[in-house]
């Protein structure tokens, strides 16, 4: 995809974190950007980022019905959409036997459901120009199973999975995506958009405890810095051969190199047992 030129840039969740970073950086570069926000009143704060060029939408990612009609009124009103970035999304902290099941399918309508919803929305647009980007926001913990947050790892774990199915799937129609796996960003990720069941097992208080109180306590200190992921995202909107998955953040890279570590010696030491259920 050229970046010489301006790219039309549609973001999901611009309010705050990395999507709202990522606007300001693709604003600043000349592109022009569409941004989901939740509210009202949010529309015009949004906008006032530049008169021309920031469009914004009032949209919950969870009303499925509601992403198609909203993608043909932006490609009719603002324009051929380049690129997708799926950012909307939250986290949900507590142990999977404390966490109800309603907050798992809060959690999945949010964070897969959502993204799909807005895929399938922009593919007959981006199919027809055989051109398009699409970047879905996963997390470390979707490549990497993490205690304390096993619905949200479930999630993003997903779209992982669908991102790169998806990814072989369009690459013959100029169509890429890329799965966007950040570790722990100064966001308000693990602050006040993180949703956390309550606590009801006495059994998880030395295992889980801990693990709360430190995530509280690092909220607002993260080593990583959304605006230089968002010139990165940039980078690889631009890329003539983005990556099907990109990682970002030293702590990602460390936790994810650890896993394969153990995974490899986990699979080597059952690997006989491994090929042994083929027919003869």
Same mark, same amino acid.
């Given at each position: 995809?050229?970046?010489?030129?301006?790219?039309?840039?549609?973001?999901?969740?611009?309010?705050?974190?990395?999507?709202?970073?990522? @606007?300001?950086?693709?604003?600043?570069?000349?592109?022009?950007?569409?941004?989901?926000?939740?509210?009202?009143?949010?529309?015009?704060?949004?906008?006032?980022?530049?008169?021309?060029?920031?469009?914004?939408?009032?949209?919950?990612? =969870?009303?499925?019905?509601?992403?198609?009609? @909203?993608?043909?009124?932006?490609?009719?009103?603002?324009?051929?959409?380049? @690129?997708?970035?799926?950012?909307?999304?939250?986290?949900?902290?507590?142990?999977?036997?404390?966490?109800?099941?309603? &907050?798992?399918?809060?959690?999945?309508?949010?964070?897969?459901?959502?993204?799909?919803?807005?895929?399938?929305?922009?593919?007959?647009?981006?199919?027809?120009?055989?051109?398009?980007?699409?970047?879905?926001?996963?997390?470390?913990?979707?490549?990497?199973?993490?205690?304390?947050?096993?619905?949200?790892?479930?999630?993003?774990?997903?779209?992982?999975?669908?991102?790169?199915?998806?990814?072989? &799937?369009?690459?013959?129609?100029?169509?890429?995506? =890329?799965?966007?796996?950040?570790?722990?960003?100064?966001?308000?990720?693990?602050?006040?958009?993180?949703?956390?069941?309550?606590?009801?097992?006495?059994?998880?208080?030395?295992?889980?405890?801990?693990?709360?109180?430190?995530?509280?306590?690092?909220?607002?200190?993260?080593?990583?810095?959304?605006?230089? @992921?968002?010139?990165?995202?940039? &980078?690889?909107?631009?890329?003539?051969?983005?990556?099907?998955?990109?990682?970002?953040?030293?702590?990602?890279?460390?936790?994810?190199?650890?896993?394969?570590?153990?995974?490899?010696? &986990?699979?080597?030491?059952?690997?006989?047992?491994?090929?042994? =259920?083929?027919?003869?």
């Amino acid at each position: 995809m050229n970046q010489s030129r301006m790219l039309r840039i549609l973001i999901t969740g611009v309010s705050t974190g990395l999507g709202r970073a990522l @606007a300001e950086a693709a604003l600043a570069a000349g592109h022009a950007v569409a941004g989901t926000v939740r509210r009202q009143e949010d529309v015009a704060v949004f906008e006032a980022l530049h008169p021309e060029r920031a469009r914004a939408l009032v949209l919950d990612v =969870t009303q499925l019905d509601a992403a198609a009609p @909203a993608v043909a009124a932006l490609e009719r009103d603002f324009g051929p959409i380049d @690129a997708l970035v799926n950012n909307a999304g939250y986290g949900h902290e507590g142990t999977m036997e404390e966490s109800s099941l309603e &907050e798992l399918r809060r959690q999945f309508d949010v964070n897969v459901f959502g993204a799909v919803a807005m895929m399938k929305a922009v593919l007959p647009w981006m199919r027809r120009r055989r051109s398009g980007r699409i970047l879905n926001i996963t997390s470390m913990a979707g490549l990497v199973g993490l205690p304390g947050v096993s619905f949200y790892s479930g999630s993003k774990f997903a779209l992982e999975g669908i991102s790169e199915s998806m990814d072989k &799937e369009l690459s013959s129609l100029g169509i890429r995506v =890329t799965a966007v796996a950040p570790g722990s960003f100064r966001t308000d990720w693990a602050g006040r958009s993180m949703v956390r069941a309550a606590r009801s097992i006495p059994d998880y208080d030395a295992s889980f405890d801990p693990v709360r109180k430190r995530r509280q306590e690092a909220s607002g200190q993260q080593r990583g810095d959304p605006a230089r @992921a968002a010139q990165v995202l940039l &980078e690889v909107l631009g890329s003539d051969s983005p990556p099907q998955h990109l990682v970002l953040g030293k702590d990602a890279l460390k936790l994810l190199d650890a896993a394969q570590t153990q995974r490899a010696s &986990e699979r080597a030491r059952w690997e006989t047992v491994s090929r042994s =259920t083929d027919h003869e």
